[in-house]
């Protein structure tokens, strides 16, 4: 699986230098639910093989941010680029460009209805329009990969959390997207699960992946991410390497939110 020549190093450094030209750009971006707002002039770059997660506390805008990226929630103003490409408002490039953002939400949104190996297949073959046979091959290699290939004849209701939330990475995959989006992806499942979800991500993020990772899993955000991004009442508040913002954090928003966190 090519994502261009990302190394796997864990040097903040060394790392930053392995990263590409920017995959996705938000300037100025403002978003209102109401009276609320909810994105409030938001800039930011993530570049290619960058692992950028998000954190905040709750309302911070940090999924409005993950969904506005792939236009499942629109903008009011400002821009949004993917790989150089403004987003589209709707039609066909729009899919196109859905196609090119990997999603993974809360809620497995698995097709109740389909096996673990057609929910994999479905869109490489629909959207993407490959070979049923090319599609089906890949989709085991994947399922192997998040470690569930032994339940591809299966229906979603009878996997653990865990286990559908990993096929719901394999299926997001399975798009060959450019960048990967996390909306708190472990949020819906056991203690006894979470590891099991993260550790697929981690080892995606080391294959150079870009990934957006929106997360209370603040062991992940030390692991994997190059960049923590702070957000609270609707602005980016801070951004900083892991090792910077876990230990000396700038802004008094930050140290709050932490001292609450990490104290449990």
């Known amino acids: 699986m090519d994502h261009g020549d990302a190394t796997t ?3 903040p450094a060394e790392a930053e230098s392995s990263l590409g030209a920017p995959l996705v750009e938000l300037k100025n971006v403002n978003k209102h639910f109401g009276e609320l707002h909810v994105l409030q002039d938001i800039d ?4 290619r093989g960058e692992v950028l997660v998000v954190i905040g506390p709750s309302g911070s805008g940090k999924s409005t941010l993950c969904r506005a990226i792939n236009r499942l929630e629109t903008i009011d103003s400002g821009e949004i680029r993917i790989d150089g490409q403004p987003l589209p408002e709707e039609g066909k490039t729009l899919a196109k460009l859905r196609a090119d953002v990997g999603m993974v939400f809360q809620a497995f949104n698995l097709f109740a209805h389909k096996t673990i190996l057609e929910n994999v297949t479905l869109g490489p073959v629909k959207v993407r329009k ?22 591809a004849q299966k ?22 997207p450019k960048v990967m989006l ?30 957006i990772v929106v997360t209370h899993e603040m062991g992940f955000a030390r692991k994997a ?5 702070f957000m609270a009442d609707g602005q980016i508040v801070e951004e900083a390497t892991p090792e910077e913002f876990f230990t000396a954090p700038k802004s008094d928003r930050a140290k709050d939110f932490l001292s609450k966190i990490l104290s449990h």
């Open 44 to 47: 930011l770059t993530v570049r």
């Open 182 to 211: 996390f909306d708190e992806p472990t949020s819906a499942l056991d203690p006894e699960m979470i590891n099991e979800v993260l550790d697929v991500m981690v080892a995606l993020a080391k294959e150079g992946m870009t990934m």
């Open 130 to 151: 490959e070979r049923s046979s090319a599609a089906k091959e890949r989709a085991l290699q994947l399922l192997d990969r998040v470690g569930v290939k032994n339940q």
């Open 9 to 11: 190093t864990t040097d």
């Open 225 to 229: 991410a190059n960049r923590v991004v």
């Open 155 to 176: 229906m979603p209701a009878q996997l653990s959390g865990g286990q559908q939330q990993r096929v719901a990475i394999a299926r997001a995959l399975a798009m060959k």
